[in-house]
């Protein structure tokens, strides 16, 4: 498994921008997909972004389409979440995934997809 740690959350206005990093160390991250899941309270969690192995694919929720941008450093071994224009509705803890690949273009968007988790960081955005 790779171990999995995020940063970058934060409380921000409406219309504010947050750059969340996940940090990545164990099994070779350039061998995972990676993504980014959602949780407000009393909700389950959902799917926010997902990124390929290589960087050359991406996916997202519809939500996020056009606000959020997924980015990975594989020299870094980190992949990041940039999140402009945020809304009250964005409020969450964020939690990114690894999932092992073969294949450098596959993105996954489901959480049984994934086999590594982080802790999370707590997003909060203010109307």
């Known amino acids: 498994q790779v171990q999995l740690v995020e940063s970058g959350g934060g409380l921000v206005q409406a219309g504010g921008s947050l750059r969340l990093s996940c940090a990545a160390s164990g099994r070779t991250f350039s061998s995972c997909a990676m993504g980014w899941f959602r949780q407000a309270p009393g909700k389950e969690r959902e799917f926010v972004a997902a990124i390929s192995w290589s960087g050359g694919n991406t996916a997202y929720v519809d939500s996020a389409q056009g606000r959020f941008t997924i980015s990975r450093d594989n020299a870094k071994n980190t992949v990041y979440l940039q999140m402009n224009s945020l809304k009250p509705e964005d409020t969450a803890v964020y939690h990114c995934?690894?999932?092992?690949?073969?294949?450098?273009?596959?993105?996954?968007?489901?959480?049984?997809?994934?086999?590594?988790w982080g802790q999370g960081t707590q997003v909060t955005v203010s109307s």
């Open positions: 995934a690894a999932g092992q690949v073969w294949n450098s273009e596959v993105v996954f968007t489901y959480t049984h997809q994934y086999d590594s």
